[in-house]
Nanobody, 123 residues
Framework: QVLLVESGGGLVQAGDSLKLSCAAS????????MGWFRQAPGNEREFLAA????????HYADSVKGRFAISRDNAEDTVFLQMNSLKPEDTAVYYC????????????????WGQGTQVTVSS
């Protein structure tokens, strides 16, 4: 089973950028497609972006398309989420997750999850 650890969250101002990282270990991390989700208090977990095994294909939710970019470095077993033009409504706990499927935006299709990293955007 692949283990995932997110980092890079924090408190930023509206309009700022932030880059999240997700380090994968164990379980042949490079054999999984990866995704990023977020969850704000009182809301369901929301799909943001997914990247294929090689990184050649990506998919984004409409809510972040054009502002967020997912990428991966398989040599370092790390997945990234570059977030630009952040808005207060982007405030949430951000999770990376691993799946055998690409592409899927359904949380239950992801078999491994990190612990999450908090992103807070002030106005």
């Amino acid at each position: 089973q692949v283990l995932l650890v997110e980092s890079g969250g924090g408190l930023v101002q509206a309009g700022d950028s932030l880059k999240l990282s997700c380090a994968a270990s164990g379980g042949a991390a490079g054999s999984y497609a990866m995704g990023w989700f977020r969850q704000a208090p009182g809301n369901e977990r929301e799909f943001l972006a997914a990247v294929s095994l090689t990184g050649s294909r990506t998919h984004y939710a409409d809510s972040v398309k054009g502002r967020f970019a997912i990428s991966r470095d398989n040599a370092e077993d790390t997945v990234f989420l570059q977030m630009n033009s952040l808005k207060p409504e982007d405030t949430a706990v951000y999770y990376c997750a691993a799946t055998r499927l690409f592409y899927t935006n359904i949380a239950t299709d992801y078999s491994a999850w990190g612990q999450g990293t908090q992103v807070t955007v002030s106005s």
